[in-house]
């Protein structure tokens, strides 16, 4: 069977700004939530959906995309 993998890091690091862009709870996070919470959410995202680009150096980008949110919302601890 094939499926398209998606995969965020979550850790203290970033779970508070995925949190507010996402509009969840940060206490508790479990596996079960982490898809639901997360993954569904990002896979309703229109950005998640557009098609994919034609040249390839932006395809192999766009593939990993999902990679990128732990880099956009990790926050230094202060």
Do not use: H
């Not at 862009?21 to 919470?37: H, L, P, S, V």
């Not at 593939?63 to 601890?77: C, I, K, S, T, V």
């Amino acid at each position: 069977m094939k499926r398209p993998d998606v995969f965020v890091c979550v850790d203290s690091r970033n779970l508070r700004e995925l949190g507010k862009e996402f509009g969840i709870r940060q206490a508790g996070m479990t596996y079960d939530r982490y898809w639901e919470d997360i993954i569904e959410r990002i896979r309703d995202a229109k950005w998640w959906n557009c098609p994919t680009p034609r040249e390839p150096e932006e395809s192999a980008i766009w593939e990993a995309r999902a990679a990128f949110l732990d880099a956009l919302y990790y926050r230094e601890p202060e």
